[in-house]
């Protein structure tokens, strides 16, 4: 629902205790790093079905976070704001990288070889960090509420999106 998690109103949803939840999170930001994580796996496993073919790759890693740009951009926000105030579970911090790090290595060869296909000279680094961008921003503007009620129709934005990011 956009909003912090309240571990209380969460148990009651789920029917269960609240200690209960406690028993198997130490804390909320360790609950927060298990969906983090639970999302990057998701497109680790976009990239892995699409590892030969990079425009399909592009396509579905971007609709995949323009299709639930709320989800996209509360994640973010919550990733940023748990790294600079939680120390007690570095360990999560480290999955949550090494299944993002797999993701970008997944990606990372098929993709010199596109845009060497395409005869592009910007770096693999440069483009990956292009895509992101743009997909990340198009979330930001998606999910603001004065885009929702001005413009309405967000098939055509996405599109565009995806395609100027796919014909480097």
């Known amino acids: 629902n956009n ?7 969460l148990a009651a949803e ?45 396509r579905q890693f971007m609709l ?15 990733e940023e704001r748990i790294t600079s105030q939680e120390r007690g579970i570095k360990h999560k911090f480290e999955e949550l990288y090494e299944v993002r790090e797999k993701r970008i290595v997944a990606v990372k060869d098929i993709t010199v070889e596109y845009l060497i296909s395409r005869n592009c000279t910007i770096s693999l680094r440069d483009y990956l960090s292009y895509v992101w961008t743009i997909t ?24 565009f999106y995806i395609k100027q990011a796919i014909n480097v």
């Open 3 to 9: 909003q912090d998690i309240v571990v209380g109103e």
């Open 136 to 159: 990340h921003g198009a979330c930001l503007l998606l999910s603001s509420t004065y885009y929702q009620k001005s413009i309405g129709e967000r098939n055509n934005l996405i599109n």
């Open 64 to 78: 995949y976070h323009l299709t639930n740009s709320n989800r996209t951009v509360l994640l973010h926000s919550i």
């Open 14 to 58: 789920l029917d269960i205790a609240k200690g209960t939840i406690y028993k198997y999170f130490k804390c909320k930001n360790q609950l927060y790093l298990e969906l983090l994580i639970l999302n990057e796996t998701r497109l680790l496993d976009i990239e892995q079905n699409f590892k030969t073919d990079v425009q399909e790759g592009i």
